[in-house]
């Protein structure tokens, strides 16, 4: 049986041999843990600050305090354009800015949300807002092409019901009844169905499904 003193030395010899890569291991292990645990807290620091200002936005909003509004959205899509606050800011100054008629900051807005959103959800929104902002700035025909390049997913209803009044605002009742029909085929009575029965309807005679 081997002495402690035997023992003691095998230890420092393996320690001589593989100390410094063992050592380097932990540390580098160590760092890992910490950064991570860093960045974790960062990011939920960020999250909570980018609500406490999305807070304050939808105040000004409410309120209609345009130069208010637009300093703290521009403020909060810049400094926190990772979180999805930044996509809901970008969609409450759409809305206001058309509201005031301001058809182009309207549309910057919602292209940035289009093309930063990390949320497919989020990413259907916008290109949905966008297209009806489009369309009512008188791109009909370019707000139609941005719909027929998207992966529709489960916004499929959405999609067609959109096509559907783009359709029948240019006075193409065809395409507008197809539209509205396939929507109404995904809906299948559920919520929305109802609405979009009634445009189908205004359509006139040959709408019905």
């Known amino acids: 049986m081997r002495t402690d003193e035997e023992q003691i030395d095998d230890l420092k010899q393996w320690w001589k041999k593989y100390g410094g890569p063992v050592a380097t291991g932990l540390a580098v292990g160590l760092a890992l843990v910490l950064g991570s645990r860093a960045w974790m807290d960062y990011r939920e620091n960020q999250r909570i600050s980018a609500s406490s200002e999305y807070e304050q936005l939808r105040g000004e909003l409410a309120a209609d305090n345009v130069d208010a509004a637009r300093q703290r959205g521009a403020y909060l899509i810049d400094n926190y354009a990772r979180t999805p606050y930044a996509a809901l800011a970008a969609f409450g100054l759409a809305k206001m800015h058309v509201a005031h008629g301001d ?17 497919p959800e989020v990413t259907h929104v916008a290109r949905l807002r966008l297209a009806r902002v489009m369309a009512a700035g008188g791109e009909t025909a370019a707000a139609l092409t941005l719909l027929d390049g998207a ?31 396939r929507a109404l085929d995904r809906l299948k009575g559920g919520p929305g169905a109802d609405l979009v029965q009634i445009k189908l309807d205004d359509l006139g005679p040959g709408a019905q499904g």
């Open 103 to 119: 058809f182009t900051a309207a549309l910057e807005r919602l292209q940035w949300a289009l093309d930063n959103a990390r949320e």
């Open 151 to 181: 992966k529709q997913g489960e916004f499929v209803a959405a999609y067609e019901e959109l096509r559907g009044d783009l359709y029948a605002s240019s006075g193409d009742n065809e395409r507008a009844r197809a539209a509205y029909l």
